[in-house]
C-alpha cells in the first residue's frame, strides 16, 4: 500500500501571500490530521478531518483552515502569511483500530516565509 | 491530556539494548501509551503501543509499570538506524485523534 503523501514537498513563499498543501491519506483511511512542527514549539496539532468534518482543532489561528474531500484527501490553507509560519507540515492518516489510535504520516511539506 | 516526562538525550552503542523511559503519572485509566519515532527529515512513524501489559513487536518492546505511571521502550539491538526522537504518547481510548508530542528523547547511536 502507497503511504502518506504530501505535495508540494518545498514551498518558498512571502509575507502576505496564501498556500495551499495537500495530503493523500493512505487508501482506506478516513482520517486525516495535520501538525506543524518548528524549532521551538515542536510538533503541534493543527486539525483533524473525518469524512468531510472538521473533528478537532488546535490552538492556531483563524488564517489557519483546512478542509478533507469525499475521497478522504485533505488540504489546508494558510493565508496572510506571516514569517513565523515558516514550518515543516506535516499530515497523518489513521485507521481506527479498537486499542487506539494508530497515525501515518507523511514526508511533510516544508514551508519557507520570506 | 496527560503530561509526560522523558529525557532530553540518551545514548548508545550500536548492537546494545536500549531503554527509553518515559513517566506519564497523571494518565487516566483508559488510556493506551503510545510510542512514535521521528527519524532525521522524516515524518514520526508509530513504534508501539500497551495498555498494562507488556507488548512486543518486531520494532520493540514495551514495557508498563503495574501502577501505570511509568514506561520503557526497549530496543534490543540498537542500529544506527535507530537513531531518532522518541515520543511517548498517551492516548485516550475513543477520544480525539490528536497526538500531544512533547519534546521527545533524542537517541544517539554510536558505531
Known amino acids: 500500500k502507497a503511504g502518506v503523501t504530501q505535495t508540494p514537498r518545498y514551498l518558498i513563499k512571502t509575507r502576505g501571500q496564501q498556500v495551499t498543501l495537500s495530503c493523500s491519506p493512505i487508501s482506506g483511511h478516513r482520517s486525516v490530521s495535520w501538525y506543524q512542527q518548528t524549532p521551538g514549539q515542536g510538533l503541534q496539532f493543527l486539525f483533524e478531518?473525518?469524512?468531510?468534518?472538521?473533528?478537532n482543532k488546535g490552538n492556531f489561528p483563524g488564517r489557519f483552515s483546512g478542509r478533507q474531500f469525499s475521497n478522504s484527501r485533505s488540504e489546508m490553507n494558510v493565508s496572510t502569511l506571516e514569517l513565523g509560519d515558516s514550518a515543516l507540515y506535516l499530515c497523518a492518516s489513521s485507521l481506527r483500530s479498537a486499542g487506539g489510535r494508530v497515525q501515518y504520516f507523511g514526508p511533510g511539506t516544508r514551508l519557507t516565509v520570506l | 491530556d496527560a503530561k509526560t516526562t522523558q529525557p532530553n538525550s540518551m545514548e548508545s552503542n550500536e548492537e546494545e539494548p536500549v531503554h527509553l523511559p518515559c513517566n506519564h503519572s497523571?494518565?487516566?485509566?483508559?488510556?493506551?501509551i503510545h510510542w512514535y519515532r521521528q527519524l532525521p527529515s522524516q515524518g514520526p512513524e508509530y513504534v508501539i503501543h500497551g495498555l498494562t501489559s507488556n507488548v512486543n513487536n518486531r520494532m520493540a518492546s514495551l514495557a508498563i509499570a503495574e501502577d501505570r505511571k511509568s514506561s520503557t521502550l526497549i530496543l534490543h539491538r540498537a542500529t544506527l538506524r535507530d537513531a531518532a526522537v522518541y515520543y511517548c504518547i498517551p492516548i485516550t481510548q475513543g477520544g480525539s485523534e490528536k497526538l500531544v508530542f512533547g519534546k521527545g528523547t533524542k537517541l544517539t547511536v554510536n558505531p
Open positions: 478531518y473525518f469524512s468531510e468534518t472538521q473533528r
Open positions: 497523571t494518565i487516566s485509566g483508559t488510556d493506551y
